[in-house]
């Protein structure tokens, strides 16, 4: 299992992490992804399709202390914002500017 956080607009700010499959998480973050948009997730594989693999997913929460890593992070409503990700989609390839130095070279490292 896979966890993901989810990050929206919800007044309540708890950004949630959930458990995902492996074929689940490979749908929602295909060619090595960590960061998908869901409104880009729906738009390649289909509203439908992405009701159905999200569907089970949300019965699986897991707890923040429980939760050893996060493998992924799915943005709701963050279509203004998408200019801001890697395009790559991938935690490491955030433009330098964009990060301290320790990051650059943990990220650098891990390319």
Known sequence: MKN??????????????????DEEFEAVFPD???MELADEFAARVGED???????PVWDRPILK????GIDGT??????????HLP???????WDDRAINGAQRLLFRANR
Do not use: C, P
């Not at 799915?74 to 200019?83: I, M, N, P, S, V």
């Not at 395009?87 to 390839?93: G, I, L, T, W, Y």
């Open 4 to 21: 993901v956080q989810i990050i929206d607009g919800a007044d309540n700010a708890t950004f949630s992490i959930f458990q995902m499959t």
């Open 32 to 34: 090595g992804q960590d």
């Open 49 to 55: 399709r992405a009701v159905a693999i999200l569907a």
């Open 65 to 68: 202390r429980d939760a050893h």
């Open 74 to 83: 799915l943005f709701y409503g963050w279509e203004d914002k998408a200019k």
């Open 87 to 93: 395009a790559s989609r991938r935690e490491v390839d």
